[in-house]
């Protein structure tokens, strides 16, 4: 499975940006796909995710009711839509995939490149 990120970029607060994760190769063995960030000078952190096949999500609590995770199956890609962005919302953004469908913040075996946004207050 190869996993490609994109639509990162520069906004300001309250602005707003569509990422998108487009999975390739042997993409029906995925169940699950997240979305993970790292701030400079932070550890990687887990920002959503959800179920390929129902659809259920999860968030850490400082994106909830800004960000959604959204997968369109006939295009195999999963969205992160980033509304009301704030300067601490500032990292290099990743997608990961894997076969597994449970705990949808644990491990995840593919990953894809980063994709950078940057927000200024």
């Known amino acids: 499975v190869q996993l490609q990120a994109s639509g990162g970029g520069s906004v300001q607060a309250g602005g707003s940006l569509r990422l998108s994760c487009l999975a390739s190769g042997r993409t029906s063995g995925i169940n699950k796909m997240a979305w993970f960030r790292r701030a400079p000078g932070k550890e990687r952190e887990f920002v959503a995710a959800i179920r390929w096949g129902t659809g259920s999500t999860d968030y850490v609590n400082s994106v909830k009711g800004r960000f959604t995770i959204s997968r369109d199956s006939a295009k195999n890609t999963v969205y992160l839509q980033m509304n009301n962005l704030k300067p601490d919302d500032t990292a290099v953004y990743y997608c990961?995939?894997?076969?597994?469908?449970?705990?949808?913040?644990?491990?995840?075996?593919?990953w894809g490149q980063g994709t950078l946004v940057t927000v200024s207050s």
């Open positions: 990961a995939a894997d076969p597994t469908e449970y705990l949808l913040r644990g491990s995840y075996v593919y």
